[in-house]
């Protein structure tokens, strides 16, 4: 037997239901927002992703799957999807046409991380963005999408944590002072960390190794450095998400895994998987657009993990149970090629139906139904072809009647509706 490769997982049918659910209500949410579709490659140039996420992130340093192709080119697999969805906006020149984009992206990521309980090598995320619009509102617009999505999926018991990263100026200064206030301990914070002091020290505020707690546990906060511009973006957030009725905790140590994000950074934490193991995060990123060859504006946008979202939804929401509106229950040999004629004419009708072909029981089959969740049973037999009539069963009331062959849709259609 060949095995998965490790972090990675399959979906399984009895799965599948409670994903295509959570796919669909987030879909349906995004475009009630007015975000449209974009479907980039799993695969892109590594350039674009040390660009775009940064060479001194653990992403890029330590988790990306890369390889050389044939023609020794270099490429990765897709860490995240901002980087990509950026890279075909600024080469199919979208912003020229629509100035404000909004656009989502729903498939599977790739970070060779640690496997645990929730954290997968190769996991699905619910990703959007609006590009070209730097107005606070579109900060708490993009927070207020995810945040219904997650409502809407039926996430309970979840915290939204908020902060703001500042700028690239205000961030010079900060990470001087942050510098500053570590150096003394510098030699015994654990090894990345002593690497992050000179490549990314707002980093070590999110390390979980008991020596860096211990040393950043009193370091400056990046919101003491904002400069105004940034402090009164940040303000506009905070009261337009007030305005709504969205609930937020303040988070000064809060610093995003991705370099790009400027100004408004968030994530949702659950109560029971902690920050580490976050449901989604986000943010605004003010050049990475620029960066990556586009004109020069601003953008902001969220992903949501959906394994991390579907582990916090329970198996028994009548959303997710197995059902089908017919199983048509075939006795008799005689009763096979009518049957199979009058499956396909229930289903051209738009009703879900099931049969079993392979001559079974009346009791097998009517154990299949009750596993295929089916709302009635058809009985068809050589007795009913004789009459013209079949029997129809009600599999919740347990009644049974009898119709005309010709009738069987009205009765199970009438029903439905
Ligand atoms: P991120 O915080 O790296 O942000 O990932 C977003 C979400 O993806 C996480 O909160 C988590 O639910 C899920 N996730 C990440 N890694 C794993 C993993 N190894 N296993 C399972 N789930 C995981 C981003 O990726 C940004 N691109 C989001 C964004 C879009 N920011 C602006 N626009």
Avoid at 186 to 215: F, G, H, T, W, Y
Avoid at 232 to 255: M, T, W, Y
Avoid at 258 to 267: G, N
Wanted: hydrophobic residues 40%; aromatic residues 8%.
């Amino acid at each position: 037997m060949i095995n998965l490769i490790k972090g990675f997982h399959d979906i399984l049918p009895d799965q599948s239901q409670k994903w295509s659910f959570i796919v669909n209500k987030a879909r349906s949410c995004l475009e009630r927002f007015g975000f449209r579709e974009i479907v980039t490659p799993v695969m892109e140039r590594t350039e674009l992703f040390q660009r775009g996420i940064g060479q001194a992130t653990d992403i890029v340093e330590k988790e990306m799957y890369t390889f050389e192709d044939a023609g020794s080119e270099s490429l990765s697999l897709r860490p995240e999807a901002t980087a990509g969805i950026l890279r075909a906006v600024v080469e199919h020149s979208m912003l020229r046409s629509e100035p404000v984009l909004k656009l989502f992206t729903i498939g599977p990521m790739f970070r060779r991380e640690r496997p645990s309980k929730g954290r997968f090598r190769q996991f699905f995320q619910i990703n959007a963005e609006i590009l070209g619009d730097d107005s606070p509102l579109t900060d708490a617009e993009t927070i207020l999408a995810s945040y219904t999505v997650l409502k809407d999926t039926g996430v309970s018991d979840f915290a939204l944590e908020l902060n703001s990263v500042g700028c690239k100026d205000c961030r010079h200064i900060y990470r001087l002072a942050l510098v500053n206030y570590l150096n003394p301990w510098r030699s015994s914070l654990c090894p990345d960390c002593q690497r992050r002091m000179d490549a990314n020290p707002m980093r070590i505020l999110d390390c979980k190794e008991p020596e860096c707690v211990a040393a950043s546990r009193e370091a400056p906060l990046i919101t003491e450095y904002l400069d105004s511009s940034c402090r009164d973006h940040f303000e506009c957030v905070k009261s337009a998400l007030n305005s709504i009725g969205v609930q937020f905790r303040l988070e000064p140590r809060l610093v995003r895994g991705l370099d790009y994000y400027t100004r408004t950074a968030f994530e949702f934490v659950h109560a029971q998987l902690g920050r580490t193991k976050a449901i989604g995060g986000g943010g605004r990123y003010d050049s990475l657009i620029g960066e990556l060859g586009g004109p020069d504006v601003s953008g902001v946008g969220f992903g949501l993990g959906i394994e991390r979202l579907a582990m916090n939804l329970t198996d028994d929401n009548p959303a997710f149970l197995r059902k089908i509106d017919v199983f048509l229950a075939i006795i008799g040999a005689s009763a096979l090629n009518p049957g199979f004629e009058l499956v396909s004419r229930l289903r051209r009708s738009g009703l879900s139906v099931e049969a079993r072909y392979s001559n079974m029981s009346l009791k097998a089959q009517m154990k299949v139904a009750d596993r295929l969740g089916a709302q009635w049973v058809i009985m068809l037999g050589e007795n009913e072809l004789a009459e013209g009539k079949v029997t129809i069963r009600d599999m919740a009331t347990k009644a049974q009647t009898q119709v005309g062959l010709d009738d069987i849709e009205r009765a199970v259609m009438g029903e439905k509706s």
